[in-house]
T-cell receptor
C-alpha cells in the first residue's frame, strides 16, 4: 500500500533562515500533492498544490517542488519567522476522484 | 462568515453512549468529508459525500453513520461509543482542485 513519510517529526531553525521540509512517498506518483499548515487545536489550512507535471510552485515566501524520479516533494519557507511555527502536513491524491492521503506531519519551530 | 463549521467543539461522554457531530459549509462546495485525527496526529479519511451521495467509505465500523441532508451539511452519528473512538474529528469540504477546507474539529473523549 502507499506510504507517505515526512522525514522529520520536528524541525527547529533560526529566524530568517530557509526551512525545508521533506515528503517522500512509495510506489507510483500521485497526480496531485498538497501541503497544509496545522496550528494546535485547529484544523489544517491548505497552502499549496502541485501537479505531477509541474516541477515547482511558489506563493509568497513558500515554494514547493515535486520530483517524481526521487518520489519526493520539498516544501520551503524562506525568510522564516516565529509565526511560521506550526505542523506542516503533506497529502497526496492519485486522481481527482480518489481519496487524499495525509502524512503524519513535521512540527516546525522557528526560534527568534 | 465561517467557511466550515462544526459543533460541538468538545464532546465528553461515556462508553456505550450515542452521539452526533454536526457540520455545515457555506462555500458552495459539492463534496464534504469526515476525517479522524488520532493522538499521533495521523489524519485519516473516514467518509466522503458528493452532492448528498456517499462516494468514499473507508473501513470504518458500522457504528459510524454519516448523513447528508443537503450538500451544505454532513453530520456524523456514532453509536455505542468505545474508548478507541477518542480522537479529534474534522469535517472538510473540497474546492475545484480538491484542496480541503477543514472545520475547527471536534475533540471527542470517551471515558
Amino acid at each position: 500500500s502507499q506510504k507517505i513519510e515526512q522525514n522529520s517529526e520536528a524541525l527547529n531553525i533560526q529566524e530568517g533562515k530557509t526551512a525545508t521540509l521533506t515528503c517522500n512517498y512509495t510506489n507510483y506518483s500521485p497526480a496531485y500533492l498538497q501541503w497544509y499548515r496545522q496550528d494546535p487545536g485547529r484544523g489544517p489550512v491548505f497552502l499549496l498544490l502541485i501537479r505531477e507535471n509541474e516541477k515547482e510552485k511558489r506563493k509568497e515566501r513558500l515554494k514547493v517542488t515535486f520530483d517524481t524520479t526521487l518520489k519526493q516533494s520539498l516544501f520551503h519557507i524562506t525568510a522564516s519567522q516565529p509565526a511560521d511555527s506550526a505542523t506542516y502536513l503533506c497529502a497526496l491524491q492519485y486522481s481527482s476522484a480518489s481519496k487524499i492521503i495525509f502524512g503524519s506531519g513535521t512540527r516546525l519551530s522557528i526560534r527568534p | 462568515d465561517t467557511a466550515v463549521s462544526q459543533t460541538p467543539k468538545y464532546l465528553v461522554t461515556q462508553m456505550g453512549n450515542d452521539k452526533s457531530i454536526k457540520c455545515e459549509q457555506n462555500l458552495g462546495h459539492d463534496t464534504m468529508y469526515w476525517y479522524k485525527q488520532d493522538s499521533k496526529k495521523f489524519l485519516k479519511i473516514m467518509f466522503s459525500y458528493n452532492n448528498k451521495e456517499l462516494i468514499i467509505n473507508e473501513t470504518v465500523p458500522n457504528r459510524f453513520s454519516p448523513k447528508s441532508p443537503d450538500k451544505a451539511h454532513l453530520n456524523l452519528h456514532i453509536n455505542s461509543l468505545e474508548l478507541g473512538d477518542s480522537a479529534v474529528y474534522f469535517c472538510a469540504s473540497s474546492g475545484r482542485a480538491n484542496e480541503q477546507y477543514f472545520g475547527p474539529g471536534t475533540r471527542l473523549t470517551v471515558t
